[in-house]
Nanobody, 123 residues
Framework: QVQLVESGGGLVQAGGLLRLSCEASGRTFNLGALGWFRQAPGKEREFVGTIRWRTSRTVYADSVKGRFTISRDNAKSTIYLQMNSLKPEDTATYYC????????????????WGQGTQVTVSS
């Protein structure tokens, strides 16, 4: 039972940057990893990346590798998604998700989800 709250979404021009936050509360001691997903209208929810709770090791989708960075602030039980060199195809609702599995990637492997935050990248 973990509660997740995303923030930081907004409108940005192509080539710009944005940082999303995800604050975790509740039974965070069971977390193996926190991840980011995104979903555009009419499309499936897409894996963006994860960070392991124990080691801070990160995994990224090929589409964002080199542009996006996930980091953790243990004092705040918060993770961040730093998005640089944004493209119009990055436009989506971004979700934070928690899993007891440190190696989780698929949506069905995540037990907790935030409400989502909208990111819109204009040309």
């Amino acid at each position: 039972q973990v509660q997740l709250v995303e923030s930081g979404g907004g409108l940005v021009q192509a080539g710009g940057l944005l940082r999303l936050s995800c604050e975790a509360s509740g039974r965070t001691f069971n977390l193996g990893a926190l991840g980011w997903f995104r979903q555009a209208p009419g499309k499936e929810r897409e894996f963006v990346g994860t960070i392991r709770w124990r080691t801070s090791r990160t995994v990224y989708a090929d589409s964002v590798k080199g542009r996006f960075t996930i980091s953790r602030d243990n004092a705040k039980s918060t993770i961040y998604l730093q998005m640089n060199s944004l493209k119009p195809e990055d436009t989506a609702t971004y979700y934070c998700a928690g899993s007891t599995n440190f190696d989780a990637r698929a949506t069905h492997d995540f037990q907790s989800w935030g409400q989502g935050t909208q990111v819109t990248v204009s040309s």
